[in-house]
């Protein structure tokens, strides 16, 4: 059975769920309905995540990998990022 709810927020909450919704093709509804679902998971088990923290350690791991491809085989070094957005586009879809 689903159950419908309805809530209130600022214009500018709706402007980026539409813009994200618009951006994704997918209906706001499905945007909110994600949201929710990641967010009731991470809320039940206590986690919380810290995107700050993770960007740092995204960049920081790709700045020490291209610093030991340029160092260890530098003849494929430069080949490297477009190999890393093929496979985002093949794994991910399009970016």
């Known amino acids: 059975m689903t159950k419908r709810y309805q809530f209130y927020d600022s214009d500018a ?4 769920i539409d813009a994200l919704a618009k951006k994704l093709r ?5 945007i909110l309905k994600i949201a ?3 967010g ?3 809320m039940a088990t206590g986690r919380h995540i810290d995107l700050s923290r993770q960007l ?3 960049e920081m791991t ?6 030991i491809l340029k ?4 003849e494929v070094a430069d080949e490297v990022p ?3 957005l093929q496979n985002l586009e093949k794994f991910h879809g399009k970016i």
């Open 62 to 67: 790709g700045v020490a990998v291209d610093l």
């Open 40 to 42: 009731l998971t991470n």
């Open 71 to 74: 160092k260890i085989a530098p």
């Open 13 to 16: 909450v709706q402007e980026r």
């Open 56 to 58: 740092t350690m995204l």
């Open 82 to 84: 477009g190999l890393v």
């Open 26 to 30: 997918r209906t706001p509804a499905d």
């Open 36 to 38: 929710v679902d990641i």
